[in-house]
């Protein structure tokens, strides 16, 4: 143990020590447990078996756990914040009052909505009816990107992954309303070809309440244009791979690609013309099968599909009949939701979408304590300073490799809170009795500023969440670690409770965020966000065989009858649980200080610590959520997400005295451990 790294840790929790001198809740909800299942066989199960008996999902809710409970109680807050807004009697128009009481005033206005029916959508609707040729397709297009209307392919602004001093377009693949591919190609299961089916009368509905007159003949003509570009799409574990995705183009060479569409048109009428002379293409094949959709796809084929996604997009900010058919099908068909959230979340939902920041400053004031972003710098210095003395300690990596490592972990950047400074929202108008207006106007503002960046030098100091957030990020380009305000309380962290339960929670999730920066996809770029590769052949083996077994040990588990996890695609999540877990175990260990951990509760230290670990994952979810989740979401289900990240942790084995035999065993040549 080195001097700097003692002195590190002392900081962040002596200073706590300090501020308590009263003994420490354990942290641990014990009228959770289920004491009946022994830790050794399930332990998400004996710490949360009681809970997940007799907790019922929120009939408004798809899935329900620390996550989404932190989300729900956080929502009267911003309730409370926004009415404030709107019944500040000094605000001025164009001020960040205005614009989040308005926003909110507009969607809470339901005799306005029902009164206008159709009406906010009439001029898209005549846009498309009133295309003559393919030709106009590219324009079209550019004009949706702007409106944050779904096309076959979009583009995004970020930094380029082989020169991260400045920002590219990058044309990735999109077109489909499903979520994910296998919803359109997988026959073969049940549940999907039902779903699918149910999309296409969904789809029907929604035309014919916008006065289709032969919605069912346009529906069919749809699903199968979305078949077809699903069919062209790469898959979610091919999506993974940031080499095979980096295709930078000139832009002369896009006619090339894909002749039938005319560039020249959408990057002047997208803005990306004139600002860059090369792009990136994500799936070149996709694109070059586009090409070929719109050779062979009728106008009329074209025009049913831009008018139903234009519907889409909008049917939440309509009127009733809209409304309720989107939600029928994407809340009950999709997710087996069976209620609506009250109105008033829906409105805080979409005021916090369109305004997040504004709304965030206002959460931080009100809500997020200094000192609760101090004990956390302090935690994450802590993680910070375990992965370092980790990696050195790692056998199966050779020196050159881990030199390469720490560099990379050196230049981590952490943002704890909320941003340094605040998003200026004042280009954009909001009004109280236009609100399919305001989310235009807003993906358009929005469009705006990732468009503007295009020359610019990057911007380090930019979120990707908003403080009211409960998630947490790592990004490869920028090379940071971020943790909103909002994910700073029980159950992640409770700042009455000792530290082991909060090295658990709050310390395994900034270990994730840490260990994202070396998983599958984060190890191929390095500190200052290239993509290059810092590895010898011989460690990229090593990693790549632990790699393997763990996608070997998640592909095995089953949620639901007749499912699997893919362990591919949840491969870069499995390695952040596993090896955030380790690290933050480390760094308990280090904050100790060689000194066992006190009893509290009858548990020691180290049994705190991964039950503060399996707490965070506690949770349910509606048999249709699981579903998509399987197939988008690339982290394995939270039941998997602690006992498959505990059975390879050696510590873990200790606290419990996990023997040959109990079903939490694995053979110590099985278990990964990789950071
Ligand atoms: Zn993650």
Same mark, same amino acid.
């Given at each position: 143990m080195k001097t700097y790294l003692l002195s590190a840790l002392m900081l962040g929790l002596l200073a706590t020590a300090a501020v308590q001198a009263q003994p420490k809740l354990s942290g641990v909800d014990h009228a959770a447990a289920d004491t009946s299942v022994r830790a050794q066989d399930d332990f998400f199960l004996h710490v949360n078996g009681r809970w997940l008996a007799q907790t019922d999902i929120p009939a408004d809710k798809?899935?329900?756990?620390?996550?989404?409970?932190?989300?729900?109680d956080t929502k009267p807050q911003l309730r409370a914040l926004i009415e404030a807004a709107a019944n500040d009697s000094s605000k001025q128009a164009g001020s960040d009052a205005q614009r989040i009481g308005d926003f909110y005033a507009s969607y809470m206005d339901e005799a306005r909505l029902e009164q206008l029916g159709l009406a906010p959508l009439q001029p898209e609707l005549d846009r498309v009816a009133a295309l003559r040729d393919k030709a106009q397709l590219p324009a079209l297009f550019a004009h949706y990107h702007r409106l944050g209307v779904t096309a076959p392919f979009g583009f995004l602004i970020h930094q380029d992954n082989k020169d991260s001093t400045r920002y590219v377009a990058d044309i990735a693949q999109d077109g489909l309303s499903l979520p994910d591919r296998d919803y359109y190609l997988k026959k073969s299961d049940r549940k999907m070809a039902? !779903?699918?089916?149910?999309?296409?009368?969904?789809?029907? %509905?929604?035309?014919?309440?916008?006065?289709? !007159?032969q919605p069912e003949a346009e529906a069919h003509a749809i699903v199968a244009l979305e078949?077809?570009?699903?069919?062209?799409?790469?898959?979610?574990?091919a999506l993974r791979d940031p080499v095979k995705a980096y295709n930078k183009l000139p832009l002369a060479q896009l006619n090339k690609l894909a002749p039938a569409f005319d560039w020249t048109t959408w990057l002047t009428d997208t803005g990306i013309g004139g600002k860059v002379d090369y792009v990136i293409v994500s799936q070149p094949s996709f694109i070059k099968g586009v090409n070929g959709l719109l050779q062979t796809t009728p106008l009329a084929t074209w025009q049913a599909y831009f008018r139903w996604q234009v519907i889409h997009a909008h049917a939440a900010y309509l009127s009733q009949p809209f409304a309720r058919e989107n939600f029928a099908f994407y809340g009950t068909v999709l997710s087996d939701v069976q209620e609506q959230q009250p109105r008033w979340k829906r409105a805080v939902n979409a005021t916090d979408g369109a305004l997040g920041e504004s709304l965030g400053k206002l959460y931080v004031e009100q809500y997020f304590p200094a000192e609760r972003k101090a004990r956390m710098e302090a935690l994450v210095q802590n993680l910070l300073a375990a992965f370092?003395?980790?990696?050195? !300690?790692?056998?199966?990596?050779?020196?050159?490799?881990?030199?390469?490592?720490?560099?990379?972990?050196?230049?981590?950047?952490?943002?704890?809170?909320?941003?340094?400074?605040? %998003?200026?929202?004042s280009a954009l108008t909001v009004k109280a009795d236009d609100l399919v207006g305001n989310v235009q106007r807003s993906h358009a503002f929005e469009y705006a500023k990732e468009v503007n960046k295009l020359g610019k030098p990057i911007d380090r100091a930019e979120w990707g969440m908003t403080p009211q957030t409960v998630n947490a990020y790592y990004n490869p380009e920028l090379n940071e670690i971020v943790f909103p305000a909002v994910i700073l309380q029980p159950?992640?962290?409770?700042?009455?409770?000792?530290?082991a339960v909060n090295y658990g929670a709050i310390g395994a999730v900034i270990g994730h965020e840490i260990s994202h920066g070396f998983d599958d996809q984060g190890a191929q770029y390095d500190g200052d966000g290239n993509l290059r590769d810092w590895w010898t052949a011989a460690d990229h083996?090593?990693?790549?065989? %632990?790699?393997?077994?763990?996608?070997?040990?998640?592909?095995?588990?089953?949620p639901l009858p007749g499912y699997r996890v893919n362990g591919a695609l949840t491969l870069g999540e499995n390695i952040a649980d596993n090896s955030g877990a380790a690290i933050a175990y480390k760094a308990y260990q280090l904050s100790l200080q060689g000194r066992p951990g006190p009893v509290i509760d009858g548990l020691t230290g180290d049994q705190r610590f991964y039950m503060g670990f399996a707490q965070v994952w506690r949770s349910?979810? %509606?048999?249709?959520?699981?579903?998509v989740y399987l197939k988008a979401d690339p982290h394995a289900p939270d039941r998997f997400r602690a006992n498959g990240t505990l059975r390879n942790q050696a510590g873990f084995y200790n606290a419990f005295e996990v023997k040959p035999g109990d079903k939490m065993y694995l053979a110590p040549k099985e278990r990964v451990n990789m950071w």
């Open positions: 798809s899935s329900w756990g620390s996550f989404e409970k932190l989300d729900d039902d !779903t699918l089916a149910k999309y296409q009368q969904h789809v029907s %509905r929604m035309l014919a309440l916008a006065g289709s !007159t078949t077809a570009l699903a069919k062209l799409q790469w898959d979610k574990v370092k003395q980790s990696i050195n !300690t790692l056998d199966w990596m050779g020196p050159a490799t881990k030199q390469q490592a720490q560099d990379k972990l050196s230049k981590f950047m952490v943002k704890i809170g909320y941003p340094d400074k605040w %998003r200026d929202y159950p992640f962290f409770n700042a009455e409770a000792d530290d083996k090593n990693f790549a065989a %632990r790699s393997k077994m763990l996608v070997k040990q998640y592909s095995a588990f089953s349910k979810t %509606r048999e249709a959520q699981q579903i």
